[in-house]
Nanobody, 132 residues
Framework: QVELVESGGDSVQTGGSLTISCVASGLPSRNYLLGWFRQPPGREREGIATLYLGNGGRRYSESRSMKGRFTVDRGSAEDSAILRLNSLKPEDTAMYFC???????????????????????WGQGTQVTVSS
């Protein structure tokens, strides 16, 4: 049984930084991506970044609102990922989710790799609130 658990969400002030974590258990192989998504209140879920557990490869959203401020990396635990959030803004306030997707070797060329529909398993989310 696959389980994803996020942690580290908090309330911070504008300009602050935060690191949130995701630990996956029960994945049958390392041919999985751990992706990060966020869902602001009343808005659709959007992809932020994804990390390939097999070799640490990464893909990021091209969204101007996030580009250059958020970094995904391996976590300290096996089958885990962290998301570093820097220069936070009030519009970054959202529930942040971790998700897992099984992939093949061509995942990096997949233009839809940060669409939430590509991911099978989801965590419960961790809340990040940025105040002005």
């Amino acid at each position: 049984q696959v389980e994803l658990v996020e942690s580290g969400g908090d309330s911070v002030q504008t300009g602050g930084s935060l690191t949130i974590s995701c630990v996956a258990s029960g994945l049958p192989s390392r041919n999985y991506l751990l992706g990060w998504f966020r869902q602001p209140p009343g808005r659709e879920r959007e992809g932020i970044a994804t990390l390939y557990l097999g070799n640490g490869g990464r893909r990021y959203s091209e969204s101007r609102s996030m580009k250059g401020r958020f970094t995904v990396d391996r976590g300290s635990a096996e089958d885990s990922a962290i998301l570093r959030l820097n220069s936070l803004k009030p519009e970054d306030t959202a529930m942040y989710f971790c998700a897992a997707a099984q992939v093949t070797g061509t995942w990096y060329q997949d233009p839809d790799i940060l669409k939430h529909s590509r991911y099978t398993y989801w965590g419960q989310g961790t809340q990040v609130t940025v105040s002005s």
